[in-house]
């Protein structure tokens, strides 16, 4: 069985494992040491003990720094076949190792951590002027008169459609992607389309080798009837139960309807809503949103990420007013 450890000096490990878990949840079975946060630590009996549990396991240790005595106490143990030793590492190849199989191998590893390295970037602004530029060609594409199919002519195959009122963030781009087997994603909401700050961050967050369009409703559900549309695996994400009804109305098969984060920054207050789970908060219009998507689709369903319990939305829907 796959383990990781991490160990860093002071209380980076249990923060960056804490990170990890809230984006990508409890995808592998980890143990974190934070050296040296009282002198009383002994580290050396730690990593003595931790092997010793662990002798038939693969283990994958991940360390802060290349010279940091962390790292050097833990170089002895690399020496063995089921270790795998990883130093400077970051959340992205932490989590990309967290997702991978139990078998995964150093080369595959070692994948993880040059995709990694594209990561660290400094957010250049600067990049608003070039996507300005495309928004406008994208306008003046947008005058000439194009015709909506609708749900009977449709003949889009989407893998997904995700209600999430962050739209692309560390659980979409991390593990929605790939337990999807995604393609391309397409964020179907109005203001991300209209405001360039918006699209520039949103498509600074998705995967590397995954298309984005970030278009309004309406010019989402035509771009998803277009039949190359049906030629590539694609996840639609909206940020509310009324758009994503929209889409589902008028967009041919979608094989997986997930609602997954809605209602927490509309700005709206808490108590003028009902809640379906921590991280569902509905006004009335979208629980009524809400009852006609079980209608059109009833094995729409709950779940914020992957290895989170499937809940029908219809075995729940009748608890609410």
């Known amino acids: 069985m796959k383990q990781i450890l991490i160990a860093t000096h002071g209380k980076m490990a249990s923060g960056i494992r804490y ?10 079975e980890i143990e974190t040491i934070d050296a040296y946060v009282t002198p009383e630590d002994n580290v050396e009996e730690k990593f003595k003990e931790y092997f010793q549990k662990h002798e038939q396991d693969r283990v994958i240790v991940f360390t802060d720094l290349m010279g940091g005595s962390v790292n050097q106490k833990l170089m002895e143990y690399s020496r063995k076949e089921n270790v795998t030793l990883i130093t400077g590492t970051n959340l992205p190849v932490l989590m990309q190792v967290m997702l991978a199989d139990d078998d995964v191998t150093d080369d595959e590893i070692q994948e ?12 250049c602004l600067e990049e608003k002027k070039a996507d300005t530029a495309v928004v406008k060609e994208e306008k003046n594409a947008e005058k000439e ?22 739209l692309i963030h560390g659980q979409v781009a991390m593990t929605w992607t790939k337990q999807l087997r ?6 179907a909401n109005d203001d991300a389309a209209n405001d360039n700050t918006q699209k520039m961050a949103l498509k ?15 010019e989402a559900i035509r771009v998803l009837n277009d039949p190359r549309a049906a030629k590539m695996r694609i996840l639609v994400l909206t940020r509310t139960v009324k758009d994503a009804l929209k ?29 379906l789970s921590p991280t569902i908060m509905l006004t009335d219009a979208e629980v009524q949103a809400l009852r006609e998507l079980v209608e059109v689709d009833p094995k729409t369903c709950i779940q914020q990420v992957p290895n989170d319990e499937q809940k029908l939305v219809k075995d729940i829907i009748g608890k609410l007013k």
């Not at 993880?112 to 957010?123: H, K, N």
């Not at 209602?263 to 709206?268: E, Q, S």
């Open 182 to 187: 995604v393609q391309g994603i397409v964020v």
């Open 247 to 275: 889409v589902r109305k008028q967009v041919g098969e979608i094989e997986f309807l997930n609602v997954g984060n809605v209602g927490r920054f509309d700005g709206i207050d808490a108590s003028e809503k009902q809640l």
């Open 145 to 166: 008169p194009k015709k909506v199919q609708t749900f009977e002519d449709s003949t889009a195959k989407i893998a997904a459609l995700r209600v999430d009122d962050r």
């Open 204 to 218: 600074m967050a998705v995967p590397a080798g995954i298309k984005v369009l970030i278009k309004p409703v309406d």
């Open 19 to 28: 990170t990890a878990e809230l984006i990508v949840g409890q995808m592998a």
């Open 112 to 123: 993880y951590i040059d995709d990694a390295r594209s990561e660290l970037q400094m957010v």
